[in-house]
């Protein structure tokens, strides 16, 4: 037998592909050349097989080795094709038997004394393998507790190279080596466990926080430093309810490919939360990378909380890359080896400085910055991306009659049972539609809800006549308005209602 056959996974985004990994060994002189679109990554793979085989005791075939990556039009990637490329190559030189590894599908990365390594994006492969009806799976220790969260996978968690072919009837011994961990992979941000109570003052602030979880809404908070904005958008995962379980395996999925994944807690149950610096650059913040991209703090705060600290301090090539997520709920990325699709659907929390030198509060008596060093500072949050953010609130320094009513503050656990409740109220209107938070519901079906009686909505048209709102922000407002219903209890808004959503995304300039 001189053609050996089995399966790999190839990732575009989150969207797998089965391919077929065959090694043909011709009787001429010894090359290995491997062909398919591989990368550069992928391209190495011929040495560290090589290294691999001879270091598990196998003898390297001395023939003229073609490995295929088939469809050959499909761009292959990254190290996980190493083990299936070594499998392929063993069983068409006979060393292990051909039939034993035609239909499985064989994922990891090897190092060159033969260990295999864990590799990122193990769920979305396994899953993509499964529903293609290859549900045996062989990956590297690291990754099998990851892979088992995937059902009807029939996974076997392999050290090296050695155990894998003695599976498969090679005659060699196995040495007991030891596992190669998940160490080297990338920490994910878990989310932060701090309570609301610890928060001091900020009762208005505190108020958008709730309505920004019960509906999902995008929020800005403007105040001077040391006012509280970056404790509360710190304690805004906590108010999140659980994710259910279509959107942790989604969740999952995005932090596995990212290489942020921890298989030993299973999986992702609580809405991640990422506070990126003020320095990062566009492809770290939407992704971006050699080759396929990988995903960025945008697509991994999916389903949770995307917070940047000093928004007015990142570049405005950042801030206008999350227009796209920020409407359609996914990042599409071109690049030269093809596009990747993330998912993006998170909540934007944006905290800023009056100025720059952040003591333009009341009346700005003890700021130092000019108007036009004002107006510089706050340019950088566009029209278009302010648009986009329902919620847009005055945070004023702490006052020391609020810090002696410290002490009755709400705690997490207080607030996120009303946001729970309210939620619930979205739930039941919104069953049977593709929606889940009034966040996601367009104008339209808010406002044919909303009956012909326009007094409800008078204070919306003169906003709207003054050039306060443009049409999407008084949809956005009407969403707000939705919300303070269901957290009071209410099948529906009232003039009051709307009155307050529009104070909380004019930040009090419709009553100026």
Excluded at 19 to 24: C, F, K, L, Q, R
Excluded at 163 to 182: F, K, Q, S, T
Excluded at 242 to 261: K, P
Excluded at 416 to 438: H, M
Aim: proline content about 7%; aromatic content about 4%; charged content about 20%.
């Amino acid at each position: 037998m001189t053609l050996g056959r089995t399966l790999g996974v190839s990732l575009r985004g989150l969207t797998g592909h089965v391919v077929e990994v065959e090694a043909h060994l011709a009787a001429s002189l010894p090359a290995f050349t491997l062909v398919g679109l591989p990368d550069a990554a992928l391209a190495e793979a011929r040495d560290r097989v090589r290294a691999a085989v001879t270091s598990s005791g196998l003898a390297w075939p001395n023939r003229r080795i073609t490995v295929n990556l088939s469809p050959a039009t499909l761009p292959k990637s990254g190290s996980a094709f190493d083990l299936a490329i070594a499998v392929a190559t063993l069983a068409g030189a006979g060393l292990v038997r051909p039939e034993a590894v035609s239909g499985l599908v064989h994922l990891g990365e090897l190092g060159l004394d033969g260990r295999l390594r864990p590799v990122r994006g193990v769920l979305p492969a396994v899953a993509a393998a499964v529903q293609a009806g290859h549900a045996d799976v062989v990956v590297p220790v690291a990754n099998e507790a990851e892979a088992l969260l995937v059902p009807g996978a029939r996974v076997v968690g392999a050290r090296s190279l050695a155990e894998v072919a003695h599976r498969y009837g090679a005659d060699l011994d196995v040495p007991d080596v030891v596992a190669v961990g998940a160490e080297h992979l990338e920490p994910g941000s878990s989310g932060p466990a701090a309570d609301l109570a610890d928060v001091l003052g900020q009762d208005e602030a505190r108020v958008a926080l709730e309505v920004a979880a019960a509906g999902g809404h995008h929020l800005l908070m403007v105040g001077p430093p040391g006012a509280g904005k970056t404790m509360l958008a710190a304690r805004l995962p906590g108010l999140l309810p659980d994710l259910t379980e279509a959107e942790a395996v989604e969740v999952t999925a995005v932090h596995s490919v990212a290489g942020t994944f921890d298989p030993r807690g299973g999986l992702v149950r609580r809405p991640p939360y990422e506070d990126p610096h003020h320095t990062a650059t566009p492809a770290s913040i939407v992704g971006g990378g050699s080759g396929v991209p990988r995903p960025g703090a945008a697509s991994r705060a999916h389903r949770g909380v995307l917070f940047m600290d000093e928004a007015p301090e990142f570049s405005t090539a950042v801030l206008q890359t999350l227009r796209q997520p920020l409407e359609h709920g996914e990042l599409v990325l071109h690049r030269a080896a093809g596009v990747a699709r993330y998912p993006a659907r998170f909540q934007l929390v944006m905290a800023a400085n009056p100025c720059p030198c952040g003591r333009a509060v009341g009346k700005g008596l003890d700021c130092t910055c000019r108007s036009e060093q004002r107006r510089r500072y706050f340019s950088k949050l566009s029209g278009p991306l302010l648009d986009r953010v329902d919620l847009q609130v005055d945070v004023q320094p702490v006052s020391r009659a609020a810090l002696a009513r410290a002490s009755a503050a709400e705690s997490t656990a207080t607030v996120a049972a009303r946001v729970a409740q309210a939620r619930a109220a979205q739930s039941e209107r919104l069953s049977g539609t593709p929606w889940r938070t009034n966040a996601d519901v367009p104008g339209g079906w808010l406002r044919a809800r909303l009956g012909p009686d326009r007094r409800l909505v008078v204070d919306l048209d003169h906003a709207f006549d003054r050039g306060l709102l443009s049409l999407r922000g008084v949809d956005r407002v009407l969403r707000v308005a939705w919300t303070l219903a269901d957290l009071a209890g209410r099948t529906a808004p009232t003039r009051t209602d709307v009155g307050q959503a529009l104070l909380l995304r004019t930040r009090g300039q419709a009553t100026t």
